[in-house]
């Protein structure tokens, strides 16, 4: 890759760190295109050249924010921190991600556009559960996920939270601390209790 090239991408990065942010905080149908390109600090020609369109823009800034938390917590399985360290930062991080997340923007993702709910759903089974392999398979050489449970049990399990955070009708009316909480439950439920409760 060129240094052209590079700017270019650094660029279309940029703009959709700034249409998510935008999206989250203020939901699609008040962000504008104008108050992206001043974020991102371009003009919003080149917003339209990148991406066509606002509705564009909306699905190519989740799909660049899905893959780029995926990546950070690859990055965190090839560190030297134990399973429980690295719990407590996805944990950390999910929280956090819940403050910023506006679900009307979610909603409009998953009942308008049905490529982007494919896209999900092949994501994660290509993705984010190889991934989770990998995470207990550490855990339960570390001593801290039961090795009796079977990857296939674990595997229903993350399942069943994937599929209610696909539908936002069961998760609209959820509180930021109750979002927060089951953040917890599913990480620490891993586990089976919380760190602090762990000898």
Do not use: H
């Not at 760190?17 to 600090?41: S, Y």
């Not at 606002?54 to 917590?73: D, H, R, V």
């Not at 079977?150 to 930021?176: D, V």
Request: with cysteine; hydrophobic share 40%; proline share 2%.
């Amino acid at each position: 890759m060129n240094g052209f090239e590079r700017r270019k991408k650094r660029k279309r990065e940029n703009i959709c760190r700034a249409a998510f942010e935008l999206f989250c905080t203020l939901g699609m149908q008040k962000t504008k295109i104008a108050q992206i390109a001043k974020k991102a600090d371009v003009s919003q020609v080149t917003i339209y050249n990148y991406f066509g369109s606002k509705e564009n823009l909306l699905k190519k800034s989740y799909i660049y924010f899905m893959e780029e938390k995926l990546q950070q917590y690859e990055n965190l399985l090839e560190e030297e921190l134990t399973f429980l360290q690295i719990i407590e930062k996805i944990v950390f991080d999910k929280s956090e991600s819940v403050k910023m997340m506006n679900y009307e923007f979610i909603q409009t993702l998953l009942s308008r556009y049905q490529d982007m709910k494919q896209f999900i759903d092949d994501f994660y089974k290509n993705k984010v559960i190889p991934m989770m392999i990998r995470l207990i398979e550490k855990g339960r050489r570390e001593g801290y996920v039961n090795r009796d449970i079977s990857n296939e049990a674990f595997l229903f399990y993350i399942g069943i939270f994937k599929e209610a955070l696909n539908r936002p009708e069961l998760t609209s009316n959820l509180s930021i601390s109750a979002m927060q909480d089951l953040a917890s439950l599913f990480f620490y439920g891993l586990m089976g209790e919380e760190p602090s409760s762990m000898s």
